[in-house]
């Protein structure tokens, strides 16, 4: 097959530049050289940095896909390839996965990883034959590795992975780039600028590649429950060193507890026994592991829960491979109230905001099982991927459920009554498609009462809804947005929303939020540098210093990090509040310029709940707060300092909800009251 026609200039890439230095490399001596190579290579980290956001929204998409059974695919050419496959041949025996879901296609075949094939990169169809072989689908992910951002083969693989709806993400150090330009829905790019010898990518360009690889396959096995606590516990024992591994990660499992061994019968001792750190000691863990077939993760289930390997290994299963969720479950496997209860007993709650979906489910006497997801904010991520986190946060906290009743249940109850809160309900469409599919995936209907549908908000009111020392409430949300909702008790036994203030977005509203926090500061440090701009030297004050500093750039460069980064500029500007809330709270000396935007901001929340005190008086009503910036009391107090400062009547209690589904779970659980 012929090369795809090429007419780019080429010498035009960043990855074919010079460095400042080049012309005397030759020159220098071999320490010279050395520290000059070194101080090339540490670009690398900064540049990679910069990418972190996109690098964790590719991870969020990729981990539920992994878990559903789809296939991570590296494509590259030459040394873009050999990272590639060095980064997927690791994960079956550190995580123990299946390697055919994790897949490395090299340009010039496997030969290639060995020798280099220089001139398989060149041919695009060649790269969309290797991909059309593996049938994709939209389960599956491809991530296309080529420094140059134009390598032939890779564009055609990732053609094929767009047409097939996989996911699809690029790793470049160029931009623009014409991978940027196919529509890959996750366009990584260090640019970790020229090679220390001219276009050598497998330099700088390779160190980038394998750090964000090592970071994505790492981080999607720690989200999958491949880890504990830091520790490898799926790993593998297939020779000595990871042998005598496998004997400290059981040790450091139980913690230097008493553990349950394998006795001679073959079953567990019945009482946990403490295993001395000598060499008759890791006999004894080695036979533990040998028992459980050399699985680290089952020896560890066995030693801290006292059940036989197939017990254990089911009770594993139940928790979808989670050691946490499994460890939660012995802790709880006989509560002081045993839940012994039908199937219509179970009631489900979905809590969908823009940074996470936590599900809930519980009976009339508990909260019994909890999961979390990405995001779910309806205008912000597609109904398919707003349907995945809730099937995922679903599933996790289904297995919790199996963990708190001693796994005894072999299919999961059904649930009697589900309620869904979506951020970005109020504003959105497609609600009649998303309503049948929630009916689908409970099986639970709008109709006949056993579905609500309602934006996340609303939730809170379940929060007085079993309170008889109030009649109403005020909630305020503040996270990445912010909004503000009051309700009443009806004479009817109903909480009615009866009033709304802010949840515009952030592009118009969000007075309060992470959003308008991090924008103060930015807006703070740009009048500053204009004010500066023609004074002929001038001192940056700490918190400029501090916010820079976390944008990784200078005075000059504020705006470019905001608009032209790979993060999205919302994300990027709501990530500088946590920036600005540890220097406005900290115990010694708060910065003062961080304090008054805290102040300020939280005096716009204060303006969100007056007009609904008109509804709601205060002395007969709950303020609830929640949100993430709720969760920071300091927070919440200058949200109480700026309202004692207006001299408005006090709330009768204030309420600090962290966990909206678990009350709303609970409420629908005990009550047959309905919330408008």
Same mark, same amino acid.
């Given at each position: 097959?012929?090369?795809?026609?090429?007419?780019?200039?080429?010498?035009?890439?960043?990855?074919?530049?010079?460095?400042?230095?080049?012309?005397?490399?030759?020159?220098?001596?071999?320490?010279?050289?050395?520290?000059?190579?070194?101080?090339?290579?540490?670009?690398?980290?900064?540049?990679?940095?910069?990418?972190?956001?996109?690098?964790?929204?590719?991870?969020?998409?990729?981990?539920?896909?992994?878990?559903?059974?789809?296939?991570?695919?590296?494509?590259?050419?030459?040394?873009?390839?050999?990272?590639?496959?060095?980064?997927?041949?690791?994960?079956?025996?550190?995580?123990?996965?299946?390697?055919?879901?994790?897949?490395?296609?090299?340009?010039?075949?496997?030969?290639?990883?060995?020798?280099?094939?220089?001139?398989?990169?060149?041919?695009?169809?060649?790269?969309?034959?290797?991909?059309?072989?593996?049938?994709?689908?939209?389960?599956?992910?491809?991530?296309?590795?080529?420094?140059?951002?134009?390598?032939?083969?890779?564009?055609?693989?990732?053609?094929?992975?767009?047409?097939?709806?996989?996911?699809?993400?690029?790793?470049?150090?160029?931009?623009?780039?014409?991978?940027?330009?196919?529509?890959?829905?996750?366009?990584?790019?260090?640019?970790?600028?020229?090679?220390?010898?001219?276009?050598?990518?497998?330099?700088?360009?390779?160190?980038?590649?394998? *750090?964000?690889?090592? !970071?994505?396959?790492?981080? #999607?096995? =720690?989200? +999958? $429950?491949?880890?504990?606590?830091? %520790?490898?516990? /799926?790993?593998?024992?297939?020779?000595?060193?990871?042998?005598?591994?496998?004997?400290?990660?059981?040790?450091?499992?139980?913690?230097?507890?008493?553990?349950?061994?394998?006795?001679?019968?073959?079953?567990?001792?019945?009482?946990?026994?403490?295993?001395?750190?000598?060499?008759?000691?890791?006999?004894?863990?080695?036979?533990?592991?040998?028992?459980?077939?050399?699985?680290?993760?089952?020896?560890?289930?066995?030693?801290?829960?006292?059940?036989?390997?197939?017990?254990?290994?089911?009770?594993?299963?139940?928790?979808?491979?989670?050691?946490?969720?499994?460890? *939660?479950?012995?802790? !709880?496997?006989?509560?002081? #109230?045993? =839940?012994? +209860? $039908?199937?219509?007993?179970?009631? %489900?709650?979905? /809590?969908?905001?823009?940074?996470?979906?936590?599900?809930?489910?519980?009976?009339?006497?508990?909260?019994?099982?909890?999961?979390?997801?990405?995001?779910?904010?309806?205008?912000?991520?597609?109904?398919?991927?707003?349907?995945?986190?809730?099937?995922?946060?679903?599933?996790?906290?289904?297995?919790?459920?199996?963990?708190?009743?001693?796994?005894?249940?072999?299919?999961?109850?059904?649930?009697?009554?589900?309620?869904?809160?979506?951020?970005?309900?109020?504003?959105?469409?497609?609600?009649?498609?998303?309503?049948?599919?929630?009916?689908?995936?409970?099986?639970?209907?709008?109709?006949?009462?056993?579905?609500?549908?309602?934006?996340?908000?609303?939730?809170?009111?379940?929060?007085?809804?079993?309170? /008889?020392?109030?009649?109403?409430?005020?909630?305020?949300?503040?996270?990445?947005?912010?909004?503000?909702?009051?309700?009443?008790?009806?004479?009817?036994?109903?909480?009615?929303?009866?009033?709304?203030?802010?949840?515009?977005?952030?592009?118009?509203?969000?007075?309060?939020?992470?959003?308008?926090?991090?924008?103060?500061?930015?807006?703070?440090?740009?009048?500053?540098?204009?004010?500066?701009?023609?004074?002929?030297?001038?001192?940056?004050?700490?918190?400029?210093?501090?916010?820079?500093?976390?944008?990784?750039?200078?005075?000059?460069?504020?705006?470019?990090?905001?608009?032209?980064?790979?993060?999205?500029?919302?994300?990027?500007?709501?990530?500088?509040?946590?920036?600005?809330?540890?220097?406005?709270?900290?115990?010694?000396?708060?910065?003062?310029?961080?304090?008054?935007?805290?102040?300020?901001?939280?005096?716009?929340?204060?303006?969100?709940?007056?007009?609904?005190?008109?509804?709601?008086?205060?002395?007969?009503?709950?303020?609830?707060?929640?949100?993430?910036?709720?969760?920071?009391?300091?927070?919440?107090?200058?949200?109480?300092?700026?309202?004692?400062?207006?001299?408005?009547?006090?709330?009768?209690?204030?309420?600090?909800?962290?966990?909206?589904?678990?009350?709303?779970?609970?409420?629908?659980?005990?009550?047959?009251?309905?919330?408008?």
């Amino acid at each position: 097959m012929a090369p795809s026609t090429d007419v780019e200039r080429l010498d035009l890439l960043q990855t074919e530049a010079r460095t400042s230095t080049a012309d005397k490399i030759d020159l220098l001596d071999t320490l010279g050289l050395c520290e000059e190579f070194n101080k090339e290579e540490r670009r690398v980290g900064g540049a990679v940095a910069c990418c972190l956001p996109t690098i964790a929204s590719l991870i969020d998409d990729l981990a539920p896909r992994l878990e559903a059974g789809g296939r991570l695919i590296y494509v590259g050419a030459g040394n873009s390839g050999r990272v590639g496959f060095m980064d997927c041949s690791e994960l079956p025996v550190t995580f123990s996965v299946d390697p055919q879901q994790f897949l490395t296609v090299v340009a010039g075949g496997t030969e290639a990883i060995i020798q280099a094939q220089e001139g398989a990169e060149d041919v695009e169809s060649d790269g969309a034959l290797r991909m059309e072989a593996l049938q994709l689908n939209e389960k599956d992910t491809v991530i296309g590795i080529s420094a140059s951002g134009r390598t032939p083969f890779v564009l055609g693989a990732l053609r094929v992975a767009l047409k097939h709806d996989a996911l699809t993400a690029g790793i470049t150090n160029t931009y623009p780039s014409r991978i940027d330009k196919l529509g890959v829905k996750h366009s990584i790019c260090p640019l970790v600028g020229p090679e220390f010898l001219t276009g050598s990518t497998r330099l700088k360009a390779g160190s980038a590649a394998k *750090q964000i690889l090592n !970071m994505i396959s790492t981080c #999607s096995m =720690v989200k +999958l $429950g491949k880890t504990y606590k830091g %520790l490898m516990i /799926d790993v593998r024992v297939n020779n000595w060193k990871l042998k005598a591994r496998g004997r400290r990660i059981v040790r450091q499992v139980c913690n230097g507890a008493p553990m349950h061994i394998i006795e001679k019968n073959g079953l567990p001792s019945s009482q946990a026994v403490d295993v001395p750190e000598t060499a008759d000691g890791d006999a004894i863990i080695d036979s533990l592991i040998r028992e459980c077939q050399g699985s680290v993760k089952l020896a560890c289930a066995v030693a801290i829960s006292g059940f036989p390997p197939d017990v254990s290994k089911q009770m594993l299963d139940s928790a979808g491979g989670n050691f946490h969720v499994f460890v *939660q479950g012995i802790r !709880m496997k006989a509560p002081p #109230s045993p =839940v012994s +209860l $039908g199937e219509s007993d179970y009631c %489900l709650c979905v /809590d969908g905001g823009g940074t996470n979906c936590t599900v809930s489910i519980a009976t009339e006497s508990m909260v019994v099982g909890q999961g979390v997801a990405g995001p779910c904010n309806f205008n912000a991520v597609t109904l398919d991927e707003l349907m995945d986190q809730i099937k995922l946060a679903t599933k996790r906290a289904s297995s919790t459920i199996l963990a708190r009743q001693g796994f005894g249940y072999p299919n999961l109850p059904r649930f009697s009554k589900v309620w869904v809160g979506l951020a970005g309900l109020y504003h959105a469409d497609q609600v009649a498609t998303l309503t049948r599919r929630l009916e689908e995936l409970f099986d639970v209907s709008i109709k006949n009462g056993t579905l609500r549908l309602t934006s996340d908000g609303i939730l809170l009111g379940s929060c007085i809804a079993m309170d /008889d020392s109030v009649e109403c409430a005020i909630s305020v949300i503040a996270g990445t947005g912010s909004v503000a909702t009051a309700f009443k008790k009806a004479p009817s036994n109903e909480i009615v929303q009866v009033g709304r203030t802010g949840g515009w977005g952030y592009l118009i509203g969000d007075q309060g939020s992470a959003f308008d926090i991090g924008k103060r500061a930015l807006q703070l440090v740009l009048s500053s540098v204009e004010q500066r701009q023609f004074q002929a030297t001038h001192e940056l004050t700490e918190f400029e210093r501090v916010i820079l500093e976390e944008l990784n750039s200078n005075e000059a460069g504020v705006l470019t990090q905001i608009y032209h980064s790979d993060a999205k500029p919302k994300e990027k500007i709501s990530d500088m509040a946590k920036v600005v809330t540890k220097l406005g709270f900290r115990e010694r000396d708060p910065d003062p310029q961080a304090l008054g935007i805290l102040t300020s901001a939280a005096g716009t929340l204060v303006q969100h709940i007056k007009p609904l005190t008109e509804i709601c008086d205060p002395r007969k009503c709950a303020l609830i707060l929640s949100g993430a910036l709720m969760n920071l009391p300091d927070y919440q107090n200058l949200i109480l300092q700026e309202w004692d400062k207006q001299q408005q009547s006090p709330f009768k209690k204030v309420l600090v909800v962290n966990d909206a589904s678990g009350y709303a779970a609970q409420f629908l659980a005990r009550q047959n009251m309905t919330i408008y």
